[in-house]
């Protein structure tokens, strides 16, 4: 379970593209920072099952396949979740979102063998170069192969950034977002309007025709092709669990909007921000949980109960910003900002695409707490922290955004570096980066230790106050 915005390259403040999304499920899903190397001269199948993967899904291996990076779950290596190739193609998937029960009972997904968000990663970066693509692609595998889960999912590049959303088992449907707009979405089916003819647009060979057939739209009666409402779900689950997530982020760009939390079902597919947005706009919805209203499930003590479902929960395993800069060289200008675990209690990590190396401790960690995996430095603060979130979190997150600030400063003067190095020494400036890129991921390594301490220091002496047992003159 997931929530994705999407910012078109003319609605930004630096006219960058950015792609976000959190990623949900449990918080003992270490993810680790991979860097795949480009392959010649392979052949073979790629196996979902050899992985341990979710299903048996099977998709013949690129004989050329290029260099990419994931985001993977530490056991099976697989659901990348977010990466780039060496083309500049960055992929961010998948945002479950669920057909309708009356769609999938007669094209219901292909569980067995569908491609899964498990997968996706893995089929299409090494082989495609551009967010076009990479749509066409895995829009032609949902339709012949099948999809083994409802999911979106967005692919940016140089010049586009694209969403594709599954209708069914074999329907789906994709769109360029505007460049002027924004798209949010919280595991739902968000998009509506289709035009086959559309340079902008992408889908299914009887996307329309399908369900016009099987009784989802009746043109007459229903008026133009609404996607959304043909295939997708739209129940009770919808108006607490996704409905106030998209409602906050469409709140937060456009203030003066006016629609109710729980009127999903007509809430815009894009919108022009009152504001552009920054960096630190998305970041800032990654972190997004209803703070300082009553629907805040933390500030008040924790509340599991909450009907609202925020952006930023304690079970995100990594929640991430893509940001993409065509002005500049790509091992630069195309960025992943990784926030490991709960993003409102961690800290967003600049990984370069120049990068050649992850560090040894984005390649360890399991599902049981260690000390020197990446992941668990910032998991194991995190819970710490939620044991008392009033009085801890603001410590946390005062720390991080004093790093990231500072981090910011510190990558404008070395991106300027590495322009002023790059037509002289190419070598000397792809090393100037990677030396950069290590310490500020070990740095923030390293301040997330420091917290834990500062934090158990404490709560050691609260824990103290409360059963000190003194006798009578207060003293041993």
Same mark, same amino acid.
């Given at each position: 379970?997931?929530?994705?915005?999407?910012v078109?390259?003319?609605?930004?403040?630096d006219?960058?593209?950015?792609v976000?999304r959190?990623?949900?499920?449990s918080?003992?899903?270490?993810?680790?920072f991979?860097?795949?190397?480009?392959?010649?001269?392979q052949?073979?199948?790629?196996?979902?099952?050899a992985?341990?993967?979710?299903?048996?899904?099977?998709y013949?291996l690129?004989?050329t396949?290029m260099?990419?990076?994931?985001v993977p779950? !530490?056991?099976?290596?697989?659901?990348? &979740?977010?990466?780039f190739?060496?083309?500049?193609l960055?992929?961010t998937?998948?945002?479950?979102i669920?057909?309708?029960? $009356?769609?999938?009972?007669?094209?219901?997904?292909?569980?067995e063998k569908?491609?899964?968000?498990?997968?996706i990663?893995?089929v299409?970066?090494?082989?495609?170069?551009?967010a076009r @693509?990479?749509?066409?692609l895995?829009?032609?595998?949902?339709?012949?192969?099948?999809?083994?889960?409802?999911?979106?999912?967005?692919?940016?590049?140089?010049?586009?950034?694209?969403?594709?959303?599954?209708?069914s088992?074999?329907?789906w449907?994709?769109?360029r977002?505007?460049a002027e707009?924004?798209?949010a979405s919280?595991?739902?089916?968000r998009?509506q309007?289709?035009?086959p003819?559309?340079?902008?647009m992408?889908?299914?060979?009887t996307?329309?025709? !399908?369900a016009q057939?099987?009784?989802? !739209?009746?043109?007459?009666?229903?008026?133009?092709?609404?996607?959304?409402?043909?295939?997708?779900?739209?129940?009770?689950?919808d108006?607490?669990?996704n409905?106030?997530?998209?409602?906050?982020?469409q709140?937060?760009?456009?203030?003066?909007?006016?629609?109710?939390p729980?009127d999903?079902?007509n809430?815009p597919v894009?919108? @022009?921000?009152?504001?552009?947005a920054?960096?630190?706009?998305i970041?800032?919805?990654?972190r997004?949980?209803?703070?300082g209203t009553?629907?805040d499930p933390?500030?008040?003590?924790?509340?599991?109960?909450?009907p609202?479902?925020?952006i930023?929960v304690?079970?995100?395993?990594e929640a991430h910003v =893509?940001?993409?800069r065509?002005?500049?060289p790509?091992?630069?200008g195309?960025?992943?900002?990784? &926030?490991m675990?709960?993003a409102?209690?961690s800290?967003?990590?600049?990984?370069y695409a120049?990068?050649?190396? $992850?560090? $040894?401790s984005y390649?360890?960690?399991?599902?049981? $707490?260690d000390?020197?995996?990446?992941?668990w430095?910032f998991?194991? #603060?995190?819970?710490?922290?939620?044991t008392d979130?009033?009085k801890?979190?603001?410590?946390?997150?005062q720390?991080?955004?004093t790093f990231e600030?500072?981090?910011a400063?510190?990558?404008a003067l070395m991106?300027?570096?590495?322009?002023? =190095?790059?037509?002289?020494?190419?070598?000397?400036?792809?090393?100037?980066?990677?030396?950069?890129n290590h310490?500020?991921?070990?740095?923030?390594?390293?301040?997330?230790?420091? #917290? =834990?301490n500062?934090?158990?220091?404490?709560r050691t002496?609260?824990i103290?106050e409360s059963?000190?047992?003194k006798?009578?003159?207060?003293k041993?």
């Amino acid at each position: 379970m997931c929530t994705t915005i999407i910012v078109g390259e003319k609605a930004t403040a630096d006219g960058s593209f950015l792609v976000a999304r959190s990623a949900d499920s449990s918080s003992l899903k270490a993810q680790h920072f991979v860097v795949h190397p480009a392959v010649t001269g392979q052949s073979g199948i790629y196996s979902t099952k050899a992985h341990g993967g979710a299903n048996d899904f099977t998709y013949p291996l690129p004989e050329t396949g290029m260099r990419y990076t994931t985001v993977p779950n !530490w056991k099976t290596q697989l659901h990348g &979740a977010v990466g780039f190739n060496e083309a500049g193609l960055g992929i961010t998937g998948t945002e479950s979102i669920f057909a309708s029960d $009356a769609v999938l009972a007669i094209d219901p997904y292909n569980k067995e063998k569908g491609i899964t968000e498990d997968d996706i990663p893995e089929v299409i970066l090494p082989r495609c170069r551009t967010a076009r @693509e990479g749509v066409k692609l895995l829009g032609e595998i949902i339709e012949t192969i099948g999809a083994g889960e409802g999911f979106g999912v967005a692919f940016v590049d140089l010049t586009d950034v694209w969403y594709l959303e599954t209708g069914s088992g074999h329907q789906w449907i994709a769109q360029r977002i505007p460049a002027e707009c924004y798209f949010a979405s919280g595991n739902q089916g968000r998009l509506q309007a289709y035009d086959p003819n559309s340079k902008d647009m992408m889908g299914s060979a009887t996307l329309t025709t !399908w369900a016009q057939e099987h009784g989802f !739209w009746d043109p007459e009666k229903d008026g133009p092709f609404n996607f959304s409402k043909a295939y997708t779900r739209d129940d009770g689950r919808d108006r607490v669990y996704n409905d106030p997530r998209v409602w906050v982020m469409q709140k937060y760009f456009n203030p003066s909007i006016v629609q109710a939390p729980d009127d999903g079902r007509n809430f815009p597919v894009y919108l @022009e921000p009152e504001k552009k947005a920054t960096l630190e706009d998305i970041k800032a919805m990654m972190r997004e949980h209803f703070e300082g209203t009553e629907h805040d499930p933390y500030g008040n003590g924790l509340r599991g109960d909450e009907p609202w479902r925020p952006i930023s929960v304690f079970r995100t395993y990594e929640a991430h910003v =893509m940001q993409v800069r065509p002005w500049l060289p790509k091992a630069i200008g195309e960025v992943i900002y990784l &926030a490991m675990g709960m993003a409102d209690l961690s800290v967003f990590v600049p990984f370069y695409a120049g990068l050649e190396e $992850a560090p $040894a401790s984005y390649g360890i960690g399991t599902d049981k $707490a260690d000390s020197k995996s990446a992941y668990w430095k910032f998991r194991r #603060l995190q819970t710490l922290a939620m044991t008392d979130y009033p009085k801890l979190a603001p410590i946390v997150k005062q720390a991080f955004k004093t790093f990231e600030a500072e981090t910011a400063k510190k990558q404008a003067l070395m991106e300027e570096a590495y322009l002023g =190095m790059l037509g002289k020494d190419e070598n000397a400036a792809k090393a100037l980066l990677n030396m950069f890129n290590h310490k500020v991921i070990e740095a923030a390594e390293a301040l997330a230790e420091s #917290l =834990m301490n500062e934090l158990f220091t404490i709560r050691t002496a609260d824990i103290e106050e409360s059963v000190v047992f003194k006798n009578n003159k207060a003293k041993d």
